[in-house]
């Protein structure tokens, strides 16, 4: 599967953004997706992750209450809605695939940057 990111910008803390994450290719509805970051200087973690099925959630404590991840399947695209943002929020920001049996996240978008002024 092929992934492209988008909606990445420039917004104050305590704003809102909305993440996409468009999917080409073989049978998207049967990838587990994720939203990942990275800070300058620090590794890439992940955000959140959402089942083939569109449940099967995980947030990353750091974004839960603030951060909802979505999909929708019959658009292959995977959304990540965010909320009352934090200038620790700024970071580049990648989707992410896991085909079914795979025991990682094998197939990636380029990033999106998201910056948060304070």
């Known amino acids: 599967v092929q992934l492209q990111a988008s909606g990445g910008g420039l917004v104050q803390a305590g704003g809102s953004l909305r993440l996409s994450c468009r999917g080409s290719g073989r049978a998207f509805s049967s990838y587990t997706m994720g939203w990942f970051r990275q800070a300058p200087g620090e590794e890439r973690v992940l955000v959140a992750r959402?089942?083939?099925?569109?449940?099967?959630?995980l947030y990353a404590d750091s974004v839960k209450g603030r951060f909802t991840i979505s999909r929708d399947n019959a658009k292959n695209t995977v959304y990540l809605q965010m909320n009352s943002l934090k200038p620790e929020d700024t970071a580049v920001y990648y989707c992410?695939?896991?085909?079914?049996?795979?025991?990682?996240?094998?197939?990636w978008g380029q990033g999106t940057l998201v910056t948060v002024s304070s």
């Open positions: 959402i089942g083939s099925n569109g449940g099967n959630f």
């Open positions: 992410a695939g896991q085909w079914a049996g795979q025991s990682t996240f094998g197939y």
